[in-house]
């Protein structure tokens, strides 16, 4: 079965950190570029980062740059997002994305940044 799995979202204190995983199944992950994306309570969806499968570049939104790393074990087919520092605003439903024309959507982890 073709899909993308999501793990490791929680509660957490400000300036706490947590490891996303998004387990692919049913692909190759290694040949597709790969992304996070968000939902914020009550807002859109938003891009966080992507990972290419070219050269391994990393793209970050400005809101989480130089805070979150985006990174892929091809061995594992899993991309990973680490968080640190991580902020109240934070807080969303983190979906892992297969780009490209054939696009897939994981079912998203709930991420929640709370004292």
């Known amino acids: 079965q073709v899909q993308l799995v999501e793990s490791g979202g929680g509660l957490v204190q400000p300036g706490g950190s947590l490891r996303l995983s998004c387990a692919a199944s049913?692909?190759?992950?290694?040949?597709?570029?790969m992304q996070w994306y968000r939902q914020p309570p009550g807002k859109e969806r938003e891009w966080v980062a992507f990972?290419?499968?070219?050269?391994?570049?990393?793209y970050y939104a400005d809101s989480v740059k130089g805070r979150f790393t985006i990174s892929r074990d091809n061995a594992k087919n899993t991309v990973y997002l680490q968080m640190n520092s991580l902020k109240p605003e934070d807080t969303a439903v983190y979906y892992c994305?297969?780009?490209?024309?054939?696009?897939?959507w994981g079912q998203g982890t709930q991420v929640t940044v709370s004292s």
């Open positions: 994305n297969r780009a490209g024309r054939d696009t897939l």
């Open positions: 049913g692909f190759t992950l290694s040949i597709y570029t």
């Open positions: 990972i290419s499968n070219i050269d391994g570049g990393a």
